[in-house]
């Protein structure tokens, strides 16, 4: 529960409008994002390596928009989106959001699990 409240509030609370719109575009606002995202953490964990992984994958992970190349693999898609035109897009942006949470998560878990 721990690390999904750290999530939570990383990604949601501590976001601005600003990171929002152009951490896809700058990898310094991503790496800014990044670092916001991962102060909650502190929180519940102050080992180094396991706040590096978070942080870095963080950032990778939302600025060259991973979760898409997912849902592209995985509907076999290569649209923008990964869904055929026939998918609404808020059906799309929130299956969108549920993996890229998906992912996030499950590194947060495997990060603090194995280096404390």
């Known amino acids: 529960m721990d690390q999904l409240i750290c999530h939570l509030v990383g990604d949601y609370v501590l976001q601005t409008n600003w990171m929002v719109r152009h951490k896809h575009n700058k990898i310094s606002v991503a790496a ?6 991962v102060l909650p953490f502190l929180l519940i964990t102050q080992q180094p390596v396991t706040l ?3 942080f870095s994958t963080h950032l990778v992970i939302d600025h060259y928009r991973l979760a898409r190349y997912l ?23 929130a299956i969108n959001i549920v993996i890229d949470n998906t992912i996030h998560l499950t590194i947060n878990y495997l990060a603090i699990k194995y280096f404390g």
Do not use: K, M
Request: hydrophobic residues 45%.
């Open 32 to 37: 800014i994002h990044a670092l916001f995202y």
């Open 52 to 54: 590096l992984v978070i």
């Open 71 to 93: 849902i592209r693999l995985r509907n076999w898609c290569w649209t923008d989106s990964g869904f055929s035109t026939e998918t609404p897009n808020h059906i799309a942006q």
